[in-house]
């Protein structure tokens, strides 16, 4: 039976295995299992090749690390020492971003709120070139249409002018 020789980094690799400690105390157990393969399944050569794996002891490994997640539930820093009469921008700034999802989005104390307020204050319009542009637009439409209905207005003042012409002149023609 022939044994694989391994290179000197794959050596290394499985020291570094071999080696792992959790909180620096212990090493972690690690189970060695030996298969070997029937002269069948390999190729060519037909000698028999030693597979060696290595893995850690599942129930030591669960004793030994926590698996379990501790960083979810955490609660949020209590802010009543906080003095607002000390606070400046940055930390108004800070604190915003710390509690931006924890904002509702509308109602009182709210984003729509802070929206609201602040666009007052700077007189601030959203998208205020874009409502001008389509104000410009309304009242140019506006100009269209009134001088549209004016030239329809005067097709049909024509339209009866050349009636009675028409007309007049069918009459006199049977007059004659």
């Given at each position: 039976?022939?044994?694989?020789?391994?290179?000197?980094?794959?050596?290394?690799?499985?020291?570094d295995v071999e080696e792992v400690f959790v909180d620096n105390t212990k090493p972690l157990p690690i189970q060695t299992s030996v298969v070997e393969t029937p002269a069948t399944e390999i190729p060519t050569d037909?000698?028999?090749?030693?597979?060696?794996?290595?893995?850690?002891?599942?129930?030591?490994?669960?004793?030994?690390?926590?698996?379990?997640?501790?960083?979810?539930?955490?609660?949020?820093?209590?802010?009543?020492?906080?003095?607002?009469?000390?606070?400046?921008?940055?930390?108004?700034?800070?604190?915003?971003?710390?509690?931006?999802?924890?904002?509702?989005?509308?109602?009182?104390?709210?984003?729509?709120?802070?929206?609201?307020?602040?666009?007052?204050?700077?007189?601030?319009?959203?998208?205020?070139?874009?409502?001008?542009?389509?104000?410009?637009?309304?009242?140019?439409?506006?100009?269209?249409?009134?001088?549209?209905?004016?030239?329809?207005?005067?097709?049909?003042?024509?339209?009866?002018?050349?009636?009675?012409?028409?007309?007049?002149?069918?009459?006199?023609?049977?007059?004659?």
């Amino acid at each position: 039976m022939a044994e694989r020789n391994y290179t000197f980094r794959e050596e290394k690799k499985i020291k570094d295995v071999e080696e792992v400690f959790v909180d620096n105390t212990k090493p972690l157990p690690i189970q060695t299992s030996v298969v070997e393969t029937p002269a069948t399944e390999i190729p060519t050569d037909g000698t028999n090749v030693t597979l060696v794996r290595q893995a850690f002891d599942k129930a030591k490994f669960k004793e030994t690390v926590k698996t379990n997640f501790t960083e979810l539930g955490v609660t949020e820093p209590d802010l009543s020492f906080f003095d607002p009469n000390l606070a400046t921008v940055g930390d108004f700034f800070s604190i915003y971003n710390n509690l931006f999802y924890l904002i509702p989005k509308t109602g009182p104390n709210s984003h729509t709120t802070l929206i609201e307020d602040s666009s007052q204050y700077v007189d601030y319009k959203a998208n205020q070139v874009e409502i001008q542009a389509l104000l410009e637009e309304i009242a140019e439409l506006r100009e269209q249409n009134l001088q549209l209905t004016i030239d329809i207005g005067n097709v049909f003042a024509a339209q009866e002018t050349i009636e009675t012409a028409i007309a007049e002149a069918e009459e006199q023609a049977n007059t004659d």
